[in-house]
Structure formats: C-alpha cells, structure tokens
Nanobody, 121 residues
Framework: QVQLVESGGGLVQAGGSLRLSCAAS????????MGWYRQAPGKQREAVAT???????SYADSVKGRFTISGDNTNNSVFLQMSSLKTEDTAVYYC???????????????WGQGTQVTVSS
C-alpha cells in the first residue's frame, strides 16, 4: 500500500557529512509524521529524528546539533542531513512514516528497507 525508498547512504570518514533522503509513495491519504531510525550491529533499533507534518522536530540526544531533519510535504519526502559524523553513527538507517491510507482508516507506521551508513576513523 505504502512504499518508502531511502537513498544517500554510504561510506564517509569521521567528521564528514552525508544526506539521506526518503520518499513515500502509494495509497497515501495523509502523513502525520516521518522520521529516521537506525540500528547498529548487535544493538536495538533506535529513533534518530522525527518531523511532523506541521514541522515539529525531535532528535535523539546523541545527534542533537549534528543532524538536521527536514521534510517536503508536497512530495511526501523526508531528509536527514548528517554532519560531524562519528564512528558510532555507523548503522543501517531506516525511514519511517505514520500514514493514513484513507479518512476512515487508523494511521499506521510504514518502514523503508534501510540504507547503510558507515563512518570510518
């Protein structure tokens, strides 16, 4: 019903920058919020940043001041600008969206397949 496609991951040296993009498509009536999670090897998936359709943002403490989330409501897209990257930011980054597929449906979360971000020392 709803597909999320991420792009922009890759390999970067510590201190460098990367920009992740995610586009949602399919049976979308309205998106409440979009965001990014990450999962490092051997660790649980954790929230990185979220943005509501109204533009309210939230960040994990570990990325505050280094990462910036932004959204494009017209194109159902979300972006994550990552700067001053650290080796501990290495993880698979997943895009998520809380979506209404119709006015009579309850919203649910959808996930992308993930994009690898590797930060080398």
């Amino acid at each position: 019903q709803v597909q999320l496609v991420e792009s922009g991951g890759g390999l970067v040296q510590a201190g460098g920058s990367l920009r992740l993009s995610c586009a949602a498509s399919g049976s979308i009536f309205r998106i409440n919020a979009m965001g990014w999670y990450r999962q490092a090897p051997g660790k649980q998936r954790e929230a990185v940043a979220t943005i509501t359709s109204g533009g309210r943002t939230s960040y994990a403490d570990s990325v505050k001041g280094r990462f910036t989330i932004s959204g494009d409501n017209t194109n159902n897209s979300v972006f994550l600008q990552m700067s001053s990257l650290k080796t501990e930011d290495t993880a698979v980054y997943y895009c998520t969206a809380n979506v209404y597929v119709g006015s009579h449906f309850s919203p649910r979360d959808y996930w992308g397949q993930g994009t690898q971000v590797t930060v080398s020392s």
